[in-house]
T-cell receptor, first 113, second 112 residues
C-alpha cells in the first residue's frame, strides 16, 4: 500500500561526494516535492516539479539540483555533499486537481562526514 | 520563509486527556492542513480546513480556523499513547504552484 517510496532510508556519505536521493510515486501525480527537515527549522522546500522535465526552486535550492525524466520519479542531487547538508530529506507528491494534500515518503536520513 | 508557527513547541499529557495545539500564520490562505509525523518517519495528512470553514471534525480530531486572527487549533480528544508524534500545520496560499508552507511543529508526548 506504499504510495511514495524513497529508495534509501539511511545514507552516510563523505564531503565532496555526489549523492542521489531517489523518489518514486505510483499515484500518477503531476507534482512532486523535495523538503529537508532540521531540528528547530521545520520543513523547508528545496525544489518542486509540476511536470516531467519541469522544475522550480523552492526556498533553499543552493547546493542541490533535481531531475524529473519520468512522471513517477523525482531525484534530488547533491553535486558535492557538504556537512551542512546532513539532514532528513522528505519527498512528497500531490495531484493537480483537488485540494493540495501531500503524500510523503518515509524520508531519507543523510549524514555527510 | 516560515508561514505557520505552532504553539506550544512541546506538550506532554496523560493518556485520556485532551491535547490542543495552535498554529498562527501571516498571510491570507486558501486552506490550512494538519499533518502528523511519527519519530523518524514521513508526514501523514490528518485534516484540511478551507478558508471559508470555521470548524471541522474527523474522528477524535477537531480543527478550528479563525481567519480574522490568522490562527488555527487542533484538538485531539481522549488521547492515546499512540498519538505521540509531532504535529505540523501547513498553509496553502493558493495559486498555481501548489506549494505548502509548514510550521516547525509541536511535539506531543502522551504518557500511558
Amino acid at each position: 500500500d506504499v504510495k511514495v517510496t524513497q529508495s534509501s532510508r539511511y545514507l552516510v556519505k563523505r564531503t565532496g561526494e555526489k549523492v542521489f536521493l531517489e523518489c518514486v510515486q505510483d499515484m500518477d501525480h503531476e507534482n512532486m516535492f523535495w523538503y529537508r527537515q532540521d531540528p528547530g527549522l521545520g520543513l523547508r522546500l528545496i525544489y518542486f516539479s509540476y511536470d516531467v522535465k519541469m522544475k522550480e526552486k523552492g526556498d533553499i535550492p543552493e547546493g542541490y539540483s533535481v531531475s524529473r525524466e519520468k512522471k513517477e520519479r523525482f531525484s534530488l542531487i547533491l553535486e558535492s555533499a557538504s556537512t551542512n547538508q546532513t539532514s532528513m530529506y522528505l519527498c512528497a507528491s500531490l495531484r493537480e486537481s483537488g485540494a493540495n494534500v501531500l503524500t510523503f515518503g518515509a524520508g531519507s536520513r543523510l549524514t555527510v562526514l | 520563509s516560515q508561514q505557520g508557527e505552532e504553539d506550544p513547541q512541546a506538550l506532554s499529557i496523560q493518556e485520556g486527556e485532551n491535547a490542543t495545539m495552535n498554529c498562527s500564520y501571516k498571510t491570507s490562505i486558501n486552506n490550512l492542513q494538519w499533518y502528523r509525523q511519527n519519530s523518524g518517519r514521513g508526514l501523514v495528512h490528518l485534516i484540511l480546513i478551507r478558508s471559508n470553514e470555521r470548524e471541522k471534525h474527523s474522528g477524535r480530531l477537531r480543527v478550528t480556523l479563525d481567519t480574522s486572527k490568522k490562527s488555527s487549533s487542533l484538538l485531539i480528544t481522549a488521547s492515546r499513547a499512540a498519538d505521540t508524534a509531532s504535529y505540523f500545520c501547513a498553509t496553502d496560499v493558493g495559486g498555481s504552484n501548489y506549494k505548502l508552507t509548514f510550521g516547525k511543529g509541536t511535539l506531543l508526548t502522551v504518557n500511558p
